[in-house]
């Protein structure tokens, strides 16, 4: 994973965040494993950073200058559409929005499923040996 800090090869790091949040999401929901929360975490506290206005959020206009303002004066619709509601489902209870109830658009809007399916790990599968020994690091 990535943060601003060290980011060198894209332009529009508010962009870049949505997949990379929705990822970490999607991750997150289907371990359980708490490192992904850490890494979306840590893309929060870059957007603080780097891209915290006094109204609102910018994209940043070049991420090589580290000299003075690099925002864009430009909050993104998204934003809060997608990128914020990641992050707030990324910390939120695995039963909010829960992915066995409910799939997601392109825009992040999640849609009822008329069967539930089972595809979101819960606390006692994460803890189970087996679950544990496939999703360890080796």
């Given at each position: 994973?990535?943060?601003?800090d ?17 990822s ?36 940043v ?78």
């Amino acid at each position: 994973y990535w943060s601003i800090d060290s980011l060198v090869i894209f332009t529009d790091p508010i962009s870049s965040y949505i997949e990379t949040l929705e990822s970490l999401f999607y991750f997150y929901r289907l371990t359980g494993d708490p490192k992904y929360q850490d890494m979306a975490w840590e893309i929060f506290e870059s957007i603080e950073k780097h891209c915290k206005t006094e109204h609102g959020y910018s994209s940043v206009e070049n991420i090589m200058d580290n000299q003075g303002d690099i925002t864009s004066d430009f909050q993104e619709s998204f934003f809060f559409a997608e990128t914020l509601k990641y992050l707030f489902l990324i910390f939120s209870d695995k039963s909010l929005i829960s992915l066995d109830d409910y799939v997601f658009n392109t825009e992040a809007h999640p849609f009822r499923l008329s069967t539930p399916i089972k595809v979101q790990v819960w606390s006692y599968l994460a803890s189970w040996s087996p679950f544990k020994t496939l999703f360890s690091e080796q």
